[in-house]
């Protein structure tokens, strides 16, 4: 039995709609309304992206119109075409971003970095009432009347609010529940509550709004640091949008080098030269955790804010709340696992120095845009979110020992096999954690690699925390156009991720054995072919 994907066809199989992939590309849904908005109200060598909100549209305008001055550009605000319910209007509008062919590639970087582009489940509704309904151009807003609703009844059932705010809350609970687990009997303070919890359309939509709201709170000429060898859309945010960032991507020197250039900056404390510290625990793809108690130290000292994204890790497996300011978390990845829905959460911790401030500033900016059917996935899927961690927690230990003992595997990147970050990642490791279901593969020689990932049956792809096993040649997907420039940090060009899934660890072992094989027979043979 083959744990592949037909080449070409999406993931997960047969599901209309996709996670981590639709900020790699425009999900077909999508595509369509967005032509179909341009057919009507566009101009010929005309594109538009779509978005959820008015304020999610300007960020993309605005990151337009500052690299590309001179190009026209618009917002169009699409509705339908005869009144419906007030409380189902915020959801029946898209804002479209109209931009010429040539800026294709600027808004792209809007849509993967920010990750605030619309869901395919918004895409499929909204394309559904607008046939019903027609659609035109929003040019009063606020100028349509309460209704009663006109398109309660696609499907044959309406867009149930009601539930998708339970599905919400629920979340919220869920989410500030567990990463509450870790505090001391007594100490109220520290306890996470559900309005401590923001939830968003994207893991990448958490730390772009934690990024923004930081900038608005602390000073928009403030640097943030990119602390250790992040996940590429990270590092790109950062550089991207606002001021630019410091960052120190060689996991072994980045601490010397973030309390050397601390010092570098200014002598007095009280200056606090940076904005903020964005790091991973463990990091993505090396699977590094950096030392948050001597940052939390630094941070002290300095006056930046601590963001910690710990989505690899799981807040399950890892507590990061003791020393961060702010978790944000991909809950696209484990917590669904399905891998058919995109989301993101945003948790301030209650007894962080910036607490108020950043819920001052996100009450005043905060706009809940993940759509309602979106949410009541996420709550469908994380439910069996325990189960599944402990499941892939444990297969991939032992996928992990299994694999280190051949001897065409040079290194495998795993936060257990990690001694030198292994003590930190031991001490944010929750009593009934483990060391997650990502790991990367180097092999000796790189012809090894191709070999191995060839013939290894398993899905392919970029996304990780999936129930089915994903293998992704990761360096070649996340930086291509800078293949030399990663191996300097010792993300090589040959690596294999593996993000491990639900399959059992019986059926993994013979998978992961028989590409192995492969492997030994093509060094038998003089590595043939190549």
Known sequence: MSLTVPLGHPLPPRDPHIGEYARFFIHDTISSLSRTIIAKFGQEGEQAM???????????????????????????????????DADILPWAAIWAVVFPDKARGLAMKVWQHAGEGISSRRAEWCKEVFARCGFKVCRERGGIPPSISAVGQLHGAPLD????????????????????????????????????????????????????????????????????????????????????CLFLGHNHTALSLLEAALHQKSTAASEQPFLALFCEVPGNPLLHTPDLERIRELADQWGFAVVVDETVGGFLNVDVLPWADVVCTSLTKGFSGRANVMGGSAVINPKSRYHALLTHTL????????????ALALSHNSLTFPTRNLCTNTAAEILYDFLRAHPAVKKIYYPKHNTETL?????????????????TIVFWDERDAVVFFDRLEVAK???????????????????????????????????VRISVGLEGVDKLLEVFSKALRAVEENIACGRVGE
């Open 50 to 84: 779509l978005f959820p909100s008015a304020q999610t549209a300007s960020h993309c305008l605005a990151f337009l119109r500052e690299q590309s001055p001179s190009a026209p550009l618009r917002i169009m605000e699409i509705i339908p075409d005869i009144p419906v």
């Open 363 to 374: 009450s005043a900016t905060y706009q809940d845009t993940l759509f309602p059917t979106d």
């Open 423 to 439: 003590p930190f990642y031991e001490k944010c490791r929750r009593k009934s954690g483990g060391y997650g279901y990502l790991m």
């Open 161 to 244: 609010l009601t539930a998708a705010a339970e599905a919400k809350q629920i979340l919220r609970g869920r989410i500030s529940r567990v990463l509450s687990s870790g505090i001391k009997p007594g100490d109220k303070a520290g306890v996470v509550q559900p309005s401590d919890v923001y939830l968003y359309p994207s893991g990448m939509s958490a730390i772009f709004n934690v990024h923004q709201a930081l900038l608005a709170a602390r000073g928009e000429d403030k640097r943030s640091i990119c602390f250790g060898f992040t996940y590429l859309d990270t590092l790109k945010l950062l550089t991207t949008f606002g001021p630019g």
């Open 461 to 495: 792809g970029p996304s990780l925390g999936t129930n089915f096993t994903l293998a992704s040649a990761y360096t070649l997907l996340a930086h291509f156009g800078e293949l030399e420039w990663a191996a300097e940090y010792g993300v090589v060009e040959h690596m």
